[in-house]
Structures are given as structure tokens and as C-alpha cells.
């Protein structure tokens, strides 16, 4: 079994909807990162979420940690076709290493 | 450089060769990772260097599979004899200061494949 579930596994939508994409675990963290990848290139973090219910915007995009620090979401306003990628959820576990879901494959259509 | 780079880019080899994929972190990044990512999934986490200390090994999936870190710089992932499950993106990461959860910088991979 994953330690983080991401959800869904594929989405396709079109320019302008929102969507959310979840991450999820039974596992507390002490914090959890999000990072988005593009073929041919390594993933970008886009941000990292600490305390329990926490709320982060960058942009269009809302990051949400839960309260027990086991779960956290993202949500996209308006999407737009640079928004397509891979879209994954990590945590740090021991030794500083880095456990990632297994992702969650935007794509937005013009 | 800017960035962490990798090298080759794309390896193509035939099963039971060895190869060598290269790593070059960003200068002054004490701590050096190596993921391996298969088609479209996350990335599966196999070796950890941190400044001197012995590295975290505990990711790499078999005795096939070894790395080093020269000089607290460049690494290099070496794989044995290998196998078409072997086939993947190897990605290589620093950070400056891990203790101080600092950002996982990624390179932009290397895509083996095996036939």
C-alpha cells in the first residue's frame, strides 16, 4: 500500500474549469510538499504546507493541509493550459528522504 | 550551474550490461538523493548522501544497484547486469541544508532503458 494516495489519477478538463486533487495518507506529518513536473523534467516544488489546517495560495493555485496533518489538497481556479503536468504530493520520512504519491496527470485542453 | 544536472540524458542498453548515470548537484549542496521514477508514477526513493556521514541506502532495490559521491560533489549510480524492470527515469536531487527541511532541487533525469 501507498503512504500517500493521490486522487484522482488522471484528469482532463477544459480551459477555464477548477478542479481539486487530493492527497491522502493514515500517517501524520510533519509537513507535506507539493510539486508539479513537465516531461523531460525533474519535479518543481511549489510549495510546502506545515501546520495543520493550513491554507497557501500561489497564484490560481490553494493548497490546503488538514487539520490532523495527514491529508492535503489542491485546488486550481480557472485552469489554463500551462497548468498541464504531473502533479505530486511528498513527505519527508526518515533520514530527510522524500516519499512521493503517485501522482495525479493534469491535462487542460485549450 | 545553475541547476543540478544529469547525465546522459537517455541511455539505451542491452540487459545483463552495466551502466552509469551521472549526477552533478548544485555547488554547496551538502545533501545528494537518487529517485528512480517509472512511467508516469511518483518517484521511489534509493540512496541518500549527506555531507561525510555514511549514505542512507536502504531505497536501492537490489545488490545491482550502487552509488558514490566523490568529493562531496558528484555522484554516480551504477547498475549492474541489467534487467528490463531496471527501465525508468533515475532522477538525482540536492538540497543545501536537510536538517533544515531546505528544498529538494531535481535534475532533469535519466531515461534508461533495457532491452
Known amino acids: 500500500t501507498q503512504l500517500l494516495e493521490q486522487s484522482p489519477q488522471f484528469l482532463s478538463i477544459q480551459e477555464g474549469e477548477n478542479l481539486t486533487v487530493y492527497c491522502n495518507s493514515s500517517?501524520?506529518?510533519?509537513?507535506l510538499q507539493w510539486y508539479r513536473q513537465e516531461p523531460g523534467e525533474g519535479p518543481v516544488l511549489l510549495v510546502t504546507v506545515v501546520t495543520g489546517g493550513e491554507v497557501k495560495k500561489l497564484k490560481r493555485l490553494t493548497f490546503q493541509f488538514g487539520d490532523a496533518r495527514k491529508d492535503s489538497s489542491l485546488h486550481i481556479t480557472a485552469a489554463q493550459p500551462g497548468d498541464t503536468g504531473l502533479y505530486l504530493c511528498?513527505?519527508?520520512?526518515?533520514?530527510?528522504?522524500?516519499?512521493f504519491g503517485e501522482g495525479t496527470q493534469l491535462t487542460v485542453n485549450p | 550551474g545553475a541547476g543540478v544536472s544529469q547525465s546522459p540524458s537517455n541511455k539505451v542498453t542491452e540487459k545483463g550490461k552495466d551502466v552509469e548515470l551521472r549526477c552533478d548537484p548544485i555547488s554547496g549542496h551538502t545533501a545528494l538523493y537518487w529517485y528512480r521514477q517509472s512511467l508516469g508514477q511518483g518517484l521511489e526513493f534509493l540512496i541518500y548522501f549527506q555531507g561525510n556521514s555514511a549514505p542512507d541506502k536502504s531505497g536501492l532495490p537490489s545488490d545491482r544497484f550502487s552509488a558514490e559521491r566523490t568529493g562531496g560533489s558528484v555522484s554516480t549510480l551504477t547498475i549492474q547486469r541489467t534487467q528490463q524492470e531496471d527501465s525508468a527515469v533515475y532522477l538525482c536531487a540536492s538540497s543545501l541544508d536537510p536538517s533544515r527541511l531546505d528544498t529538494q532541487y531535481f535534475g532533469p533525469g535519466t531515461r534508461l532503458t533495457v532491452l
Open positions: 511528498a513527505a519527508e520520512t526518515s533520514g530527510s528522504r522524500l516519499t
Open positions: 500517517s501524520v506529518f510533519s509537513s
